[in-house]
């Protein structure tokens, strides 16, 4: 089996990577269903706000070395606990449906993501 035959398919292969990787890049700004990194280091969020469709989920990332995390959402639309986040731990949460809604830390209350999805 020659693995150098499918290379062909996209064209010269530099040329072709990077048109591919390109264009996957494009696809994945506009698709429902993308993904946003929020981190949570020094009791905050970063960002604070996001904007997002329905449909696409945010990625909460616990960045601090010594806090463990919490993440969640009350809305009547959407409920949403993650339990503890230690150090380097993650969180997805999707969001459904159009609305304004704030990802708050169970164990820092001053934290607050603001997620408006349109």
Not at 97 to 112: I, Q, R, S, Y
Request: include cysteine.
């Amino acid at each position: 089996m020659r693995l150098n035959n499918h290379l062909g398919l996209f064209g010269p292969p530099a040329l072709g990577a990077a048109t591919v990787l390109a264009l996957a890049g494009a696809a994945v700004a506009s698709l429902p269903g993308a993904e946003h990194i929020v981190s949570q280091k020094g009791k905050r969020f970063g960002p604070e706000a996001v904007n997002l469709r329905p449909g696409e989920r945010v990625t909460i990332v616990n960045d601090d070395s010594n806090f463990v995390h919490h993440a969640y959402v009350e809305a009547p639309d959407l409920a949403y606990d993650s339990g503890d986040i230690e150090p380097g731990g993650r969180a997805v949460i999707t969001f459904p449906k159009e609305g304004d809604f704030f990802v708050l830390c169970g164990v820092h209350p001053k934290m607050k993501l603001a997620v408006h999805v349109r």
